[in-house]
């Protein structure tokens, strides 16, 4: 590797460029004055920056500086805009520039394998492809400002629940075509300057410690030229992770991190060649960002970014039914205001990403701004789900003295935070028995729906339109007004299935894994490649939007570049449609274990601006992702010879034209493993059985028990032997049991509790040593004299030997 920074390396002592591989406060970069290496400034998020103030602590989340609050990642999936996402890239760029941040610690781009994945507001897709090229557009658009997007969590990881010490068994090629290619698209197709390690192991190994993940196919198979971070507090073993290719261990792990890097070197566990490596990644992300924030301003236009924000609502914003047309609104029609969300909106998830938003659009505040005539507000229910009878009342009265009510609902704030999993799809009872009545009474119901994510739908027959509006980010009421009114044209189409009901799901009652072990049986599975295989019935498919407007398809040509046809706009007023490219294997009953296939997968899309009339030619390139297919026995790709059905759709259920396309190349051999594929083939998953996915694993299944050991979680105290960790453990269930009631999540709460022993070494600034959290272990495993008595002299250990190296640093 030619190391840019060679200079400054070969000047720095070693205790100096190991202490540079670790983050001095929550958010910063370590300043070496000496070699003029300027700190840098490391800040969430994906739809707006959250830096900290003065003293936060990482999840510390209620003092960060006020920032535009955009549409979260899984909103702007569906308007399928690259150029949109790159909008809120180049947005979130001029806001790091402002506020002088070198790193902004986003896209998330995981795949959602659950529809009930906390974080799956953050995320955009149950799709790789997708995921990858939005994501791609968000880091071009940060990067185009000089700050670097650091795309997370690398790599599967799906679940909340035991984030930090939860193990993704997966099978190679499910790793490879799911989990892995969006982030392979990302870093090819926009060279991240960062990537973001994941919390989880992923078979056996961390994900921040996996050659596999970090070296052979992240740098040496993409080219990932970058640096790599820890996700907060995810570094089990520095110098393992150094010497797999990640570069800087986050939040501030204090000095025993630097001493232990130190002495992996010295003992020849790494190379110093390894950590002149990562500090050259590192040096090069420091100084360029830096370079960018001295040349520019520090502001930036809120009024503007306010009103992007709102442009990119409403492009985000998804029809998903309009009975006899009730939308748009004719001017004048006379509108009743119900529920809580149209006066205090959900716009945004919790967690690390939460933004405290420059401004705020309320639809009740704005609504007198629209041509809507207002009969009254009325709130109808409480978002937490505790009735309210006068409530209902109320509203009802106020809704049989008008012409349409506006009916805002949704999930509320408990439900979707990091850290923690939904426990079902339904959006609270009270919010639909109003809903019910409304509509039982006789008047037309527009229900704007919130939440970022699917919730079970029952209950759309009680209304005339629903407009699914996700989490809008600051400026989404006007946006849904504009959708409403008219004003604007919805065009979003929705980024992942919205099943029937949770139990179709193809993880249903697996997920989240409560153990060690979180088995991926499903396989390639996943969203729409499971329940258009299968046939299941679903309430509205992967790619599903309505329109004001009607599209007609015509003339499919396929060449060995792409797809080319013609849409039109048949309607009367201007729209924009997103068609889809989805390619299937004819031949597909024909199959083994390493060579079953979904029905279909999306392999390219375009959004169209139509006027009304209007005919355009499109055309959807093929690329290295169209027909590839990881052979686990070659480990690599390849593109298997025979007949393809290529569809061209305006959902993953609605192809409107097809062909056939013929590749030729070698002819798939069969195995031998035909049979134990069987359940694979058919999409039967509730026929997977163990020794159908040891055969899909190549390999035994792990087994699945919580060691008492370093990464035992405090959550899981109580499976130890010394009564204060069946203290810990209680008094932390107890609290998180009250904080549920209280109805918005405790974030520091929800992260002790999933939070193993060994991250108290990593997020105490040093003030915890390895040293002691293997005293912590003893005492838990029930030797709590010993344990004691290790625990003071690690103690006394850890801050004679910090205070030795702090001078050497200072000298
Ligand atoms: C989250 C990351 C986030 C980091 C810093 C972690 O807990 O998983 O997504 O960037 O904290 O706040």
Not at 80 to 89: C, D, I, P, R, Y
Not at 213 to 236: A, Y
Not at 744 to 759: E, K, T
Request: glycine share 10%; proline share 3%.
């Amino acid at each position: 590797m030619n190391r840019k920074y060679q200079e400054i390396i070969d000047k720095m002592k070693l205790e100096e460029k190991c202490a540079m591989l670790s983050g001095e406060t929550a958010f910063e970069t370590r300043e070496f004055k000496r070699y003029k290496i300027p700190a840098m400034l490391l800040s969430d998020g994906p739809h707006g920056l959250r830096k900290q103030a003065e003293g936060a602590n990482h999840l510390g989340i209620g003092g960060s500086v006020p920032a535009t609050c955009f549409p979260t990642a899984q909103a702007v999936a569906n308007s399928w805009n690259k150029a949109l996402g790159e909008q809120v890239g180049r947005a979130l760029g001029e806001e790091a520039l402002a506020q002088e941040i070198g790193v902004i610690l986003g896209p998330g781009l995981n795949i959602k394998r659950s529809h009930t994945c906390g974080r799956n507001f953050e995320y955009f897709s149950e799709d790789p492809y997708l995921a990858g090229k939005m994501a791609a557009a968000y880091v071009k658009g940060i990067q185009s400002k000089g700050v670097s997007a650091c795309p997370k969590h690398f790599a599967v990881n799906s679940q909340e629940l035991k984030r930090m010490a939860s193990d993704s068994i997966v099978d190679e090629r499910t790793m490879r075509e799911l989990y892995l290619t969006g982030f392979e698209i990302a870093v090819k197709d926009s060279k991240p300057g960062t990537v973001m390690s994941a919390y989880n192991l992923i078979n056996g190994v961390y994900a921040n410690e996996s050659e596999q993940l970090l070296k052979d196919i992240l740098r040496n198979g993409w080219g990932f030229e970058g640096m790599v971070v820890t996700d907060w507090g995810g570094s089990n073993d520095h110098a393992l992770g150094v010497k797999a290719g990640s570069t800087l261990e986050m939040p501030a792990p204090g000095l025993q991190s630097v001493r232990e890097l130190i002495k992996a070197v010295n003992d020849g566990k790494i190379s110093e060649s390894d950590v002149d490596d990562r500090l050259d990644e590192l040096l090069r992300v420091v100084f360029s960002t830096r370079e960018s924030i001295d040349k520019s301003e520090r502001s930036f236009d809120e009024k503007a970014h306010h009103e992007l924000a709102r442009k990119i609502a409403g492009e985000c914003a998804v029809l998903m039914k309009n009975d006899g047309n009730i939308l748009p609104l004719k001017a004048g029609t006379r509108v009743a205001l119900i529920g809580d969300f149209a006066e205090t909106p959900r716009y945004q998830g919790a967690g690390s990403s939460l933004v405290n938003a420059t401004e705020l659009d309320s639809a009740l505040s704005l609504i007198k701004e629209t041509n809507l005539e207002m009969t009254g507000f009325a709130k109808g229910f409480n978002r937490n789900g505790a009735g309210s009878e006068s409530l209902s009342k109320e509203a009802l009265e106020l809704a049989n003295s008008s012409d349409v009510v506006l009916f805002y609902m949704g999930l509320d704030e408990m439900k979707e935070s990091e850290g923690l999993d939904r426990t079902d799809m339904k959006v609270n009872a009270d919010q639909l028995e109003l809903l019910r009545k409304i509509k039982e009474s006789g008047v037309k119901v527009v229900a704007v729906l919130h939440g970022g994510s699917p919730v079970e739908m029952q209950w759309s027959d009680d209304c005339d339109a629903i407009v699914y509006a996700a989490l809008t980010g600051q400026g989404g009421a006007a946006a849904i007004l504009d959708v409403i009114s008219g004003k604007v044209n919805p065009s979003g189409k929705l980024s992942e299935t919205w099943p029937v009901s949770y139990a179709d799901s193809p993880v249903y009652g697996r997920y989240p894994a409560k153990g060690r072990n979180a088995l991926y049986i499903e396989g390639l599975y996943v969203g729409y490649r499971y329940y258009n295989t299968a046939k299941i019935n679903v309430k509205y498919p992967f790619g599903y939007g309505l329109s004001y407007t009607g599209f007609e398809y015509k003339d499919i040509r396929v060449s060995n570049e792409g797809v080319s046809f013609k849409l039109s706009n048949i309607g009367e007023v201007d729209g924009s449609e997103v068609s889809q490219l989805y390619v299937g294997f004819k031949d597909r009953d024909r199959a083994d274990i390493n060579t079953y296939r979904p029905e279909n997968e999306l392999k390219g899309f375009e959004k169209t601006f139509l006027r009304a009339g209007e005919t355009k030619e499109v055309f959807i390139p093929f690329d290295e992702y169209t027909f590839r297919r990881f052979d686990v026995k070659k480990n690599k790709f390849v593109v298997d010879g025979g007949n393809w059905i290529i569809g061209i759709a305006a959902n993953s259920r609605d192809i409107r034209l097809s062909a056939e396309y013929e590749i030729s190349g070698e002819k798939i051999e069969l195995d031998g493993t035909a049979e134990k594929a069987k359940p694979y083939i058919e999409a039967d998953i509730r026929g997977i059985k163990e020794d159908n996915f040891r055969a899909l694993l190549g390999r035994d299944i792990p087994e699945d028990r919580v060691k008492i050991d370093r990464s035992i979680t405090l959550g899981e105290l109580g499976h130890g032997r010394a009564p204060i960790g069946w203290l810990i453990a209680a008094v932390l269930s107890r609290l998180l049991k009250s904080s549920e009631k209280k109805g918005s999540p405790d974030l520091n709460l929800l992260f002790q509790y999933n939070m193993p022993l060994r991250a108290l070494a990593k997020m105490t600034e040093g003030a915890v040593s390895m040293g002691m959290v293997d005293a912590l272990v003893m005492e838990f495993k029930g030797f709590w004299f010993i344990g004691i008595i290790r625990l003071i002299f690690e103690a006394v250990k850890n801050v004679v030997l910090n205070a030795s190296l702090k001078s050497k640093l200072s000298d």
